[in-house]
């Protein structure tokens, strides 16, 4: 699936500084958002048709293996092990775990009104 680091890796081929640029990150991020590979490859369509003319070298590298990136749909799984097929960059998961793991702390100590360590002493 296309991810942020997929738009991490476009990031050194554009001079971010320029609202433009982040324009043709957010259009090719909302591909990824659709659920159907159907309405995946329409928006794909729809960011070929935008950006082609204005940046044709960076839409040719974005369609280079455009299939393969489609290729999880064709598997099937049940949707609540989707977020662990998302990425294969092992760091990422570890650290959307980690983020995870974090929340869930904040929201313990948030209802509790006290630190966890303290729990267990009372």
């Known amino acids: 699936m296309f991810t942020k680091s997929h738009l ?3 990031r050194g081929y ?3 500084s320029t609202s433009g640029n982040c324009c043709i990150l957010a259009d090719a991020g909302v591909i990824y958002t659709q659920k159907t590979e ?3 490859r ?3 369509e729809v ?3 935008t950006w082609q003319e204005r940046e044709p070298k960076a839409v ?3 369609f280079t293996d455009f299939d393969k990136t489609l290729a999880y749909l064709r598997v099937d799984f049940p949707a609540s092990l989707g977020i662990l097929i998302r990425t294969t960059n092992r760091l990422e998961r570890f650290h959307k775990e980690m983020r995870r793991k974090q ?3 904040a929201h313990s100590i948030e209802f ?3 630190p966890m360590g303290r729990r267990c002493c009372e």
Do not use: H, T, V, Y
Request: hydrophobic share 40%; net charge negative; proline share 0%.
């Open 42 to 44: 329409a928006q794909a």
């Open 112 to 114: 509790s009104g006290k």
């Open 47 to 49: 960011f070929r048709e």
């Open 103 to 105: 929340r869930d702390i």
């Open 8 to 10: 991490d890796g476009w």
């Open 14 to 16: 554009w001079d971010l």
């Open 38 to 40: 159907g309405d995946i």
């Open 60 to 62: 040719a590298n974005f």
